[in-house]
């Protein structure tokens, strides 16, 4: 022992006892003690305050339970009894039917049907915030997936009660609200703490090319439709005053006919009472004279002479010159009446 001593101390270093190396051992136990307690008080005293940012809310949980939400700023909280979760308040979205990255397409995601039966690809972009932070971090375990979820099955329905046509041109705000309505009515009876800000139509179109086309040619069709029937209206429009007129035009020469033929029916009515009362007062003679006036209109080239029954010349009827034969009388064409 006296040989190592004399031996470390030609090399420079002190020998120790027994009792000298258990000084040594506790010292180095304080330094690591000292140290422990510099790390764990350090880790107490960092770990006792957070900082919430704008736009951000943060659920304090204590023994696994949220006691508290609280807003932007430094908070304390108790190390290793309180944790705290911080949720991002800002709007924020996600897409369906496309990748938001890439704008590529997902057909499995946007093709649907419409209520005439045709596909169509329809993308739709849905806008969320939280406005729970306890129910969204609590309530269940995806709460953006279970959104997507309802945003989808919505979007289905909906799409599939309206026609093609409405889905592709002019009926997409009448759709986006009451995909909106339903999804809203939706995240209310399941209460996640999400609340819908807006969900739009980014895009719809037919799924294939040849879809498309045939698409154009219906609605060039219906733009030769509406073409027609506006000139239909056009020439509808122009012909109608020009029948009125001529059907007013009918109308008043059969009123005016209508008045001449009573009239003319009157005046007859007249013309037969005055007979009928030069009839009463003379009946021999009017019916004598009708008859001849009939005679005179059924046979209007008819020579009559009238004579009486003593063979004496009493009156020609009609009254025109005639010229008398050898004999006193032309014959020709003619008939004798004996009274």
């Known amino acids: 022992m006296a040989k190592e001593s004399k031996r470390n101390k030609q090399n420079g270093f002190e020998t120790l006892d027994n009792d000298g190396v258990k000084g040594a051992a506790k010292k180095v136990g304080k330094g690591i003690a000292f140290t422990a307690l510099a790390i764990i008080a350090a880790i107490l005293v960092f770990g006792s305050f957070y900082t919430i940012k704008e736009q951000e809310q943060a659920v304090l949980i204590t023994l696994g339970k949220a006691s508290s939400v609280t807003e932007p700023g430094l908070h304390f909280k108790i190390p290793l009894i309180q944790s705290v979760r911080k949720v991002n308040t800002t709007i924020q979205g996600f897409s369906i039917g496309y990748d938001m ?178 009839y009463i007062k003379n009946p021999e003679i009017t019916r004598r004279r009708m008859f001849y006036e009939t005679m005179e209109d059924v046979l209007p080239e008819l020579k009559l002479i009238i004579d009486s029954p003593d063979g004496k010349l009493q009156t020609i009827y009609p009254i025109e010159s005639f010229v008398t034969n050898e004999a006193g009388t032309d014959t020709a064409n003619s008939t004798t009446v004996s009274e």
């Open 101 to 278: 990255a890439t704008n590529a397409s997902n057909e499995r995601e946007s093709l649907m049907i419409t209520s005439d039966y045709n596909f169509v690809n329809v993308d739709f972009f849905v806008e969320y915030r939280y406005s729970d932070p306890v129910k969204a971090l609590y309530a269940s375990k995806e709460p953006v997936s279970i959104l997507r979820n309802i945003a989808q099955s919505s979007i289905r329905t909906v799409i599939g009660s309206y026609p093609v046509d409405d889905v592709l041109t002019t009926g997409k705000n009448e759709i986006q609200a009451a995909i909106k309505e339903k999804v809203i009515q939706e995240l209310e009876e399941q209460d996640l703490g999400v609340q819908l800000v807006n969900i739009t139509i980014q895009d719809s179109e037919p799924p294939t090319a040849e879809i498309m086309e045939a698409f154009k040619a219906v609605e060039t069709a219906k733009q030769g439709k509406e073409t027609a029937l506006n000139n239909a209206n056009k020439y509808r429009n122009e012909q109608i005053p020009s029948s009125v007129a001529k059907a007013d035009g009918i109308i008043k020469d059969a009123e005016a006919q209508k008045t001449q033929r009573i009239n003319e029916a009157t005046a007859q009515v007249a013309r037969f009472n005055a007979m009928y009362e030069e």
